[in-house]
């Protein structure tokens, strides 16, 4: 079902105890409000996912793994499976962040494996496309994100394609300062909705959230999710800050 949505992700930012304390806070102030239809999810570093998941109160915030593992089990030192994922009580895992596209080398092929492992273990995926600036500048960006979504998601069954939350987050917009238009937002958001019409029906596509992410701030959101195809953010840097997220989650 097509939600409002503002997710946090952390990224590698927060000691435990920083962690809890934040979540902790946001936790306070989501709780407040009587009436919230704005789905409100923390996506922080593995080491706090149990702890957060034990802490929040579970109708106010949901808890999202930022990455997991292309494997299911077995020896491969240092990784975290979307079981191991579940275990925590968490609920979503962010994947294909650019981030991990690009320091990490993750390519559609393995992000497909982490897709599924994720659907296999009942946890609803947020995956990531975006272009970087030089595809846009070129006028390449609506073929780049139509490669991201093909490679990756065209061969999931459409039961499961209806579980996924997409996030738009143009590369040459994360913690740059620089957030797109909120016209350039609704173009392409409007572009990946009829996309996923085009592959999987409308009804999935209607009922698709749409995030975009890219320097998203108290003083943009509400221009940003005011459009038609923008169902809410993927927060970085403003989400560190209980007031800023809070302040995002009203925006609507
Ligand atoms: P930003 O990051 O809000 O700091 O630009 C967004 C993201 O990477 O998800």
Not at 124 to 133: R, S, V, Y
Not at 183 to 191: D, L
Request: proline letters at 3%; one cysteine or more; glycine letters at 8%.
């Amino acid at each position: 079902m097509r939600r409002k949505i503002v997710a946090g992700n952390w990224k590698m930012n927060n000691s435990l105890n920083r962690g809890i304390e934040l979540a902790t806070e946001i936790n306070k102030k989501v709780r407040k409000q009587e009436e919230n239809d704005v789905l409100v999810i923390l996506a922080p570093p593995y080491i706090h996912l149990s702890d957060l998941s034990r802490i929040v109160d579970k109708d106010a915030i949901s808890i999202a793994a930022q990455n997991c593992a292309s494997e299911p089990k077995g020896a491969y030192t240092g990784e975290i499976s979307a079981k191991m994922i579940k275990s925590t009580g968490a609920e979503y895992i962010i994947i294909g962040h650019s981030e991990r596209r690009q320091y990490f080398h993750e390519t559609g092929e393995i992000l497909k494996k982490k897709l599924v492992l994720t659907l296999e273990n009942s946890l609803t995926p947020i995956f990531c496309i975006g272009e970087q600036l030089n595809e846009r500048e070129a006028g390449n960006h609506f073929d780049i994100i139509k490669k991201q979504l093909e490679e990756a998601l065209f061969d999931l069954p459409t039961n499961w394609m209806g579980k996924v939350i997409l996030a738009y987050e143009p590369v040459w917009a994360i913690g740059t300062g620089v957030t797109a238009s909120a016209a350039q937002a609704q173009e392409m958001h409007k572009y990946i909705r009829n996309t996923i019409a085009g592959k999987f029906g409308q009804e999935v596509a209607d009922n698709i959230s749409i995030l975009y992410g890219g320097s998203c701030k108290p003083s943009n959101a509400k221009e940003l999710f005011a459009n038609d195809d923008v169902d809410g953010g993927l927060i970085g840097g403003a989400a560190l800050n209980a007031d800023d997220f809070f302040a995002i989650i009203n925006s609507f």
